[in-house]
Every structure is written in structure tokens, then in C-alpha cells.
């Protein structure tokens, strides 16, 4: 037999035969990236079914020296749970792992496995009088131990912050198959390093995330939806300050997109209208909640709000969500921008902050300065204007071929835009991660200090480099490349 058999021999004898296979009618859906911009192959999928259970795994394939590539919900976007393509590694799904182990509503905090989807925890606690503070539009698939991989972002950061702030304890196993057993949470713990924050974030290549205790917040009592016209994303970020200044903490949610971004939503979504009756340069997305029952003062609120910003010049036009559907509407059309635009046609997509301040600055330097130099493309910016993060589409050319183009001219757009947003002080992955997609290019504008310190905790924590090569940390400059 050959190494790789005796490997998978040993992988079924320890997982069972739903735990391991290497039948590629199981194995091929998880070896292409959500963009289908990367196809891998791999020696098989396990499918876990316990922390235990992992851990044993994780030390056969260091016996073995067969790499681990680990995968949530398959829905990053930068490439960073697909395998390469030589065919030596092994995909670990987690999505058996999907147990709430408890759920504690006067400590506002769950238990819960790594392979549990967003939707799912959103689920429990809500029936609980709780809420997950962050949501995205691939809840439906994302896991709650990829999110913590790739300290997911989503629509709620401006007012609770990145998953990396949700995070109050972690299990994980790491490349040896030691446990680390950190669920406990403790608001004051100074017993050195605090080593769930350094893999939040890690992308699978210091540990693989098993479990969490994240933190809930109550039930939102009321919202206000509002769907905004305004001239400019200069004017949206006006906008963003005044109500930033007015609602304080009542503020949820702040986003923008331009005309482009609705136009492709509205053709791609079949029952889908606009929100406002004339057309727009730009519009935002505004969301005020409270927790309280027994008040007005939200409708006061958001109120005196619009009506101060109609007065100021900030907002041509306005439309206030009537009903929960509605609101719900609204904001789905937010969420299906990604995939409209990506049905049109080729596309490189940016996912970048910059210092709140100077985002609106960056999208009107940049978006002229792109189409100039790139013929034909149209640049478009949409997203979390409240905590800097825009995602950044530079579409095709009209008769573009996907793929051609995107290593052709869309290589070097990305460049062009990652040097931009660099002289913008801001960073080039904001929260979808690094992965294999931006790994390179972390190498070539990153702080050397930094990688070097990233390269020294790689060392540290798998000197085998069996967890997620080839993801994430840049090689040091005199490396072969793998």
C-alpha cells in the first residue's frame, strides 16, 4: 500500500466509516472555495464527531505527516479552507461537531461546538430571550468555529465589534493533538498570554477551533429600519457622524452602497423594488435598536434624527421600514450584493479599511483612479462605512473571461488597489482573512517585524507546518516556495 493508504486505513479504523472517507462524490464538494476560484485535491474528508475523536486524528496525521486543511461552512471568501492541489492532504470538516452545550441566559453566555451554524445560535437564543451580536449574510452556512478562524466581521461591528470581541473562552486542539481547554470565561485573568485571542483569527494554521463560550446580549426589544437617498459617500459618512452623535449606543447598524450595487441586486432578485421611488447616487442602510420595552423613545429618536439631517443637506430622501418584513427586506437586499455582482460577470473582490475617517476619501481617489488606469472596469465600493471596512468589486470589462482576466489584468488591479489602501494606512483583509488568496501579497506589503513574529509563533506552535499550509503566514524571503 501506498503511504496515503495506509493513512486512510487508519483514519477509517479510527473514525468509522462516517467519520473518514475518500469517495469523491463525498470528498469533491469541499475541495473548491465559495468563489470558485480554488480547487484542491485531498487524500479524504473526516467528518469528527468529538473533540476526543479530533485530537486523535490530528495525532495520527502528525505520525503520518499528512497535512490538515480545516473547513466550516466552505463560504470564505479568500481560499483559506481548500486544499492545494498536490493531493497530500486531508480536508477535517467539523460539522458533526454542532452540539450547544449550554446556554446560560443570566450569565449571557453559550457553549457551543465549532461545526454549530450562525443561524442555529441565532435560533437558540432567541428562544431564550437572548441574541448572537453578529450576524452576515452567509448565516445559513458559516460555523461558529470558522468565524472564529477568520474573526468574522458582519453588519453589526460598528456597535459590538468583530468575533474576536464575542469570544469569551475557546477549546481547541492543537498540531500535536493536545487539547487546549480555555471555555471558562474570566473577566479578569493576567496569568500570561492570552491565548485564545492569538488563534481568533489564525485561520486553522496555529490550532484547530472545537468549541466556544461567546457572550449574548438581551433581546433586541424594537428596531428602526431606514433606507436612505443621499448625493455621495462623502455625504453618507456626514451622515454616519450626525447619527453616530445623535443615537450613541441605539445605533446598530450603518450601510452603503451606490446605485451600481441596487441596479444589480434589483436585476438579479426576481420580486425585489427598490426602496425609494427616484433614483440615488448612493444610499445607506440605518438600524436603531433598543432593549427597551416600555418606551417611545426610539420613534422620538430616530425622529429628530432624519428630520436634523433632511435640514443639514445629509439626506435627499428617506423611507422608514413599516413592518418587520419590510425591514427584513431591506436589509436583504444589503446582503445580495455579493452574489448579484458576481453574477455578472468577473470581478476581483476586495475586502479592505481603512481609518473610518478617510473611507469616503479613499472610494472617490481610488474609483477614478482605477477606471483610468484599467479600461473598461467599473470600481464600486459597498458596505460597513461605520467601522472602515468597504468591500471593494473592481468589475470586468464587458466580454471579460472569468478566470483569463482575473489572473491577467486582475492581478495586478488587486495590487494597484491593496498599494492604495497601504498609503490610506488601512489594511488589505478587514474580515474574510488572509488565506491563500492574500498571502502573498500580506508578504509583500506586511510589516517585516510583524511577519517575522507570525512566522516565529508558526514555528513554535506547528514545527511540522501540517495545520493549513500554505495559508495566512507569508514565507520569509529567502523561502523556497512549497
Not at 445560535?121 to 472564529?148: C, D, Q, V, W, Y
Not at 459617500?233 to 449606543?249: D, K, N, Y
Request: proline share 5%; with cysteine.
Amino acid at each position: 500500500m501506498t503511504n496515503s493508504d495506509t493513512f486512510s486505513s487508519a483514519a477509517t479504523e479510527l473514525l468509522g466509516p462516517r467519520g473518514f472517507t475518500t469517495d469523491p462524490e463525498l470528498v469533491d464538494p469541499w475541495l473548491t472555495d465559495w468563489r470558485g476560484r480554488y480547487t484542491g485535491k485531498a487524500i479524504g474528508l473526516a467528518s469528527p464527531a468529538s473533540t476526543e475523536e479530533l485530537a486523535c486524528f490530528v495525532r495520527l496525521c502528525g505520525a503520518h505527516g499528512v497535512p490538515i486543511v480545516p473547513q466550516g461552512g466552505n463560504s470564505g471568501m479568500s481560499g483559506g479552507a481548500t486544499p492545494d492541489e498536490s493531493g497530500d492532504s486531508v480536508v477535517v470538516s467539523l460539522r458533526r461537531m454542532n452540539t450547544i452545550r449550554e446556554l446560560d441566559a443570566d450569565a449571557l453566555q453559550v457553549t457551543c461546538d465549532a461545526g454549530v451554524v450562525l443561524q442555529s445560535l441565532h435560533e437558540a437564543a432567541e428562544a431564550e430571550g437572548m441574541r448572537f451580536p453578529l450576524t452576515l449574510g452567509g448565516k445559513g452556512s458559516a460555523t461558529i468555529g470558522g468565524l472564529i478562524s477568520t474573526n468574522a466581521g458582519g453588519t453589526q461591528v460598528l456597535r459590538h465589534g468583530t468575533m474576536r470581541a464575542q469570544v469569551l473562552g475557546i477549546e481547541a486542539v492543537l498540531a500535536d493533538g493536545e487539547v487546549f481547554s480555555g471555555l471558562v470565561p474570566l473577566k479578569k485573568d493576567n496569568r500570561g498570554f492570552d491565548l485564545k485571542q492569538l488563534l481568533i483569527g489564525s485561520e486553522g494554521t496555529l490550532g484547530i477551533v472545537t468549541a466556544a463560550t461567546l457572550r449574548l446580549l438581551p433581546q433586541i426589544a424594537e428596531r428602526r429600519v431606514a433606507w436612505v437617498g443621499v448625493q455621495s459617500i462623502s455625504t453618507a459618512s456626514e451622515l454616519l457622524r450626525h447619527c453616530e452623535q445623535m443615537a450613541g449606543p441605539a445605533l446598530e447598524g450603518f450601510e452603503v452602497l451606490p446605485a451600481h450595487c441596487l441596479e444589480s441586486v434589483l436585476a438579479h432578485l426576481p420580486d425585489a423594488r427598490s426602496p425609494l421611488t427616484e433614483d440615488h447616487a448612493w444610499h445607506a442602510l440605518v438600524e436603531l435598536v433598543t432593549e427597551d420595552r416600555n418606551s417611545d423613545h426610539l420613534d422620538r429618536l430616530v425622529e429628530d434624527i432624519f428630520e436634523s439631517a433632511m435640514e443639514l443637506g445629509l439626506v435627499d430622501d428617506a423611507v422608514l421600514a413599516s413592518s418587520e418584513t419590510q425591514a427584513e427586506d431591506f436589509w436583504q437586499l444589503r446582503d445580495s450584493i455579493s452574489p448579484a455582482e458576481r453574477a455578472i460577470g468577473p470581478a476581483m473582490q476586495h475586502d479592505i479599511s481603512v481609518p473610518v475617517a478617510r473611507m469616503a476619501e479613499f472610494v472617490e481617489t481610488a474609483s477614478p483612479s482605477i477606471e483610468h488606469r484599467f479600461p473598461g472596469t467599473l470600481a464600486v465600493g459597498f458596505g460597513h462605512l461605520g467601522d472602515g471596512n468597504i468591500h471593494y468589486h473592481v468589475l470586468a470589462p464587458a466580454g471579460a473571461v472569468r478566470g483569463e482576466w482575473e489572473e491577467s489584468d486582475g492581478k495586478a488591479i488587486s495590487a494597484y488597489v491593496h498599494d492604495l489602501v497601504t498609503e490610506f494606512g488601512g489594511s488589505i483583509s478587514a474580515e474574510h482573512g488572509i488565506g491563500q488568496m492574500k498571502r502573498d501579497e500580506l508578504g509583500r506589503l506586511g510589516d517585516p517585524v510583524a511577519l517575522n513574529l507570525m512566522r516565529n509563533i508558526k514555528q513554535a506552535l506547528d514545527p511540522q507546518g501540517i495545520l493549513n499550509p500554505g495559508k495566512l503566514v507569508p514565507l520569509a524571503p529567502d523561502a523556497a516556495t512549497p
